[in-house]
């Protein structure tokens, strides 16, 4: 049987650089890729690739606010943060059109205390970037605007606590609609998970699979002509020691960069999303690690695994606590700056942040409560604050 292929969003040149994005500006200034480039991609969606991949990461500091939680994760944080104001008759109830409501009213009062000194860009639901239509509130202040791809996790067949991401039927006419909303980037998250070498997780099939399926989702976002970031999230939540997170850190990411050679991702734009590398809570060493030790741990597991062509890395928070993401990425950036050459680590692309938990935590429980000018300084504060940390300070 024969199929119709698919052409890519920018066989025609005219739909090129009709947005309006700042990065795009900047598309005369890059030499002539075809010169260096052996990509399937043609030169200007290159460019424009390179570019806005470029953007996300500069000026140093800049990093990406991630608010791309599924509705019912958007629902059950609400209602985690209104936990303990209920009165004698139980926690509030909504019906579906209030809870729709109060999504699109959180984001709205989100996404105006965001500036482009700080964030660089912001990650979107599809609720909110199709149907609530809130992306161009954010790309009139320069930030970009990025969607999630991923879909539901479904249960590896053989090994029923690892994952298999849906998503990658569907995965390029959603992207094609959501660049046409907007979207000059998209992310898809793989969990992975990290125990023991004893309890044997991850196994080497959830490896395979969460390599290609994330090498395939990087392709076809270019295909649809956004950047893809790629985030494998390796789990802390077991027993695994700083040193064994380390190993699967540096296996899972080299794993992903061969498949996509494989299926001829072009590096240069693209964005990689991991976790900091650490001991799972089940670990003894867990009470008394310090951010030193993540950050040697994380550099040298960037420095290991990444190709110098990815232009940045871009940190999740995993659920941290505000304060401890933060320090986290500040101790990485004080260690990269306090190194010399031949260190490695004076090698290393922008390292800042796409956190959504360790931004917004706070804030939620300052909007439940009807509190914006709380809500305001709480996320000023953490954007700012995570800005000074994607710088060292
Ligand atoms: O709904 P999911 O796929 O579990 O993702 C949860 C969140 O994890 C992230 O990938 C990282 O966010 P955190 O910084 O809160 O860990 C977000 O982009 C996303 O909203």
């Known amino acids: 049987m024969t199929s119709t292929p698919v052409p890519n969003t920018f066989s025609s040149p005219k739909n090129l650089f009709t947005s309006s994005d700042n990065a795009l500006d900047q598309l005369d200034t890059l030499p002539d890729l075809g010169t260096f480039l052996d990509s399937h991609l043609s030169p200007s969606v290159a460019k424009e690739l390179i570019t806005t991949a470029q953007a996300l990461v500069s000026s140093r500091g800049r990093g990406i606010y991630a608010t791309d939680e599924s509705p019912e994760a958007m629902d059950a944080l609400f209602q985690a943060a209104e936990a303990g104001d209920s009165d004698e008759q139980g926690p509030?109830?909504?019906?579906d059109s209030e809870r729709r409501e109060r999504r699109k009213e959180w984001k709205k009062d989100a996404y105006e205390v965001m500036s482009s000194e700080f964030v660089s860009g912001v990650i979107l639901s599809s609720e909110t970037l199709l149907d609530f239509n809130l992306g161009p509130s954010l790309t009139s202040k320069g930030i970009i605007v990025g969607v999630r791809a991923h879909g539901e996790l479904a249960p590896l067949p053989t090994s029923p606590f690892?994952?298999?991401?849906?998503?990658l039927d569907n995965l390029l006419s959603n992207l094609q609609a959501a660049r046409a909303a907007g979207a000059r980037f998209s992310?898809?998250?793989?969990?992975?998970?990290?125990?023991?070498?004893?309890?044997?997780?991850?196994?080497?099939?959830?490896?395979?699979?969460?390599?290609?399926?994330l090498a395939m989702f990087a392709a076809i976002s270019q295909q649809a002509g956004l950047v893809p970031i790629v985030e494998p999230d390796v789990e802390f939540s077991a027993d695994a020691s700083l040193e064994r997170?380390?190993?699967?850190?540096?296996?899972?990411?080299?794993?992903?960069?061969?498949r996509?050679?494989?299926?001829?991702?072009?590096?240069?734009?693209?964005?990689?999303?991991?976790?900091?590398?650490?001991?799972?809570?089940k670990h003894p060493s867990r009470s008394n690690i310090n951010p030193k030790d993540i950050a040697l741990a994380t550099v040298t597991v960037i420095s290991r695994s990444v190709p110098s062509a990815v232009p940045g890395v871009v940190f999740l928070s995993g659920g941290l606590?505000?304060?401890?993401?933060?320090?986290?990425?500040?101790?990485?950036?004080a260690l990269v700056?306090?190194?010399?050459?031949?260190s490695?680590?004076?090698?290393?692309?922008?390292?800042?942040?796409?956190?959504g938990r360790a931004i917004q935590g706070d804030a939620i429980k300052h909007w439940v409560r009807g509190d914006k000018d709380s809500l305001k300084a709480s996320l000023e504060d953490a954007c700012k604050s995570c800005y000074r940390a994607a710088k060292g300070e």
């Open 321 to 333: 606590p505000s304060s401890v993401a933060i320090s986290y990425l500040s101790a990485v950036n």
């Open 187 to 213: 992310k898809w998250r793989a969990p992975i998970a990290c125990t023991s070498p004893a309890l044997e997780l991850p196994s080497q099939v959830s490896l395979d699979v969460q390599a290609e399926t």
């Open 337 to 342: 700056n306090s190194s010399s050459a031949p």
């Open 344 to 355: 490695p680590f004076t090698r290393l692309p922008p390292l800042t942040f796409s956190y």
């Open 92 to 95: 509030k109830t909504y019906s």
């Open 245 to 258: 997170s380390v190993e699967v850190h540096e296996k899972a990411i080299g794993m992903i960069y061969a």
């Open 162 to 167: 690892e994952f298999i991401v849906q998503g």
């Open 260 to 281: 996509c050679r494989e299926h001829g991702v072009l590096l240069e734009g693209t964005l990689l999303k991991p976790s900091f590398p650490q001991p799972g809570l």
